[in-house]
């Protein structure tokens, strides 16, 4: 039976309220947000907003506190994970995804946007939740980036032909996208010390070797897709004119996409986007190229993390430490001499084992195998 500390704290992460839980069962899943409810002895202390933290020794949840359901005998507590707080909409600037500055790497001259999208996502939780002109909405976080994405596009587009903005939801639209495409997560840190919140938004390029035959992982199930889920060849057309051959690209079994017309993967599943020519391109034919790659960067970036896979292992398994990995976390799983790659998109902690749900797809298109 574990024990579980269940912390309340206004929204400067000053203390309200303590209670104890035993046996809860946690999902926090990146993709979707989740709902998960404590029961406690009845209290007027805890309101709808506070933030709440989970603690039982090894591990601990921070998330924001939805509903109360008070009665005589106790308090129904529902809350989700942190990152529900960005699940509002935000104006969005689409000229962010233009390519406007020239990057040399290793003697190569490409033109890449001017901010990483790491740093784009700051800007937006800066602007709506750190620095707004409305201080009341602020809370008191700091926005780090641990990394840069460059080039990056989100294929947003404006509302209208009269203004580059768009109404958007900063989770569902921004977020859940940069994770499924780029590998970029959002991952809280609470000083409950100095009453203040990092929030880091980095990718993590350092993959984990997990042996799928080892007696660590106690339960596993792995819902594999043994073709990318989506598109698999791309037909890129000049929106200037379309009677001109569409440059086309190509998803291989490795999920690596390029022009080559070999080793496909069928049956095909194409898709067809028409794109505007750099503006700031030497000739159109160049603009064309760079415009093209955009639109398949922002279609097929983000295949590898289509294996969904279900690991149950103990909380303090040593050799995978799963209480302590982050969402973005990249995986190779290796079993019977095969090689699955994935990301950390999802957890479900209970008192006795812990599910890591890797993959940037949940149930489509995949086969299932018991291991």
Not at 152 to 177: A, C, F, H, M, Q
Not at 190 to 214: C, V
């Amino acid at each position: 039976m574990i024990q579980y500390n269940i912390d309340f704290f206004d929204r400067n992460l000053g203390f309200k309220y303590n209670a104890q839980a035993t046996d809860l069962s946690i999902d926090d899943d990146y993709l979707t947000i989740t709902s998960n409810q404590v029961v406690i002895p009845p209290t007027t202390a805890v309101e709808t907003k506070d933030f709440i933290r989970v603690d039982r020794g090894d591990a601990s949840f921070f998330g924001v506190v939805s509903s109360v359901e008070p009665g005589e005998k106790e308090t129904k507590i529902i809350y989700k994970p942190f990152v529900s707080l960005f699940d509002e909409d935000i104006l969005f600037d689409v000229r962010y995804q233009n390519k406007t500055v020239e990057r040399t790497v290793d003697g190569v001259t490409t033109k890449v946007n001017r901010y990483s999208l790491e740093t784009t996502i700051k800007h937006y939780i800066d602007a709506y939740y750190v620095s707004a002109s409305d201080t009341i909405q602020n809370l008191g976080m700091t926005v780090v980036v641990g990394s840069e994405t460059l080039p990056w596009s989100l294929d947003i587009y404006s509302d209208n032909e009269y203004t580059p903005y768009s109404i958007r939801g900063l989770y569902k639209d921004i977020l859940v996208p940069a994770m499924k495409q780029y590998g970029i997560a959002l991952n809280v840190e609470p000083d409950f010390n100095t009453k203040r919140i990092t929030l880091r938004i980095s990718k993590n390029s350092y993959p984990l070797d997990i042996d799928g035959d080892l007696d660590n992982v106690v339960v596993k199930t792995l819902k594999y897709n043994d073709k990318p889920v989506g598109t698999n060849k791309l037909e890129v057309y000049n929106a200037y004119d379309a009677t001109q051959p569409p440059i086309i690209f190509y998803v291989h079994p490795d999920r690596t996409w390029d022009l080559e017309n070999e080793n496909r993967i069928t049956p095909v599943a194409r898709s067809v986007r028409m794109v505007m020519p750099d503006s700031e391109a030497a000739d159109e034919a160049e603009g064309m190229a760079i415009a093209a790659l955009d639109a398949a960067d922002s279609e097929l970036s983000g295949l590898e993390w289509d294996n969904l896979i279900e690991l149950e292992t103990r909380p303090r398994d040593e050799l995978i430490d799963p209480m302590n990995l982050e969402f973005g976390q990249t995986i190779s799983l290796w079993y019977k001499n095969g090689k699955y790659v994935s990301i950390l998109t999802g957890k479900t902690i209970t008192s006795d084992s812990i599910t890591l749900i890797f993959g940037s797809e949940r149930i489509k298109f995949t086969k299932r195998i018991k291991l």
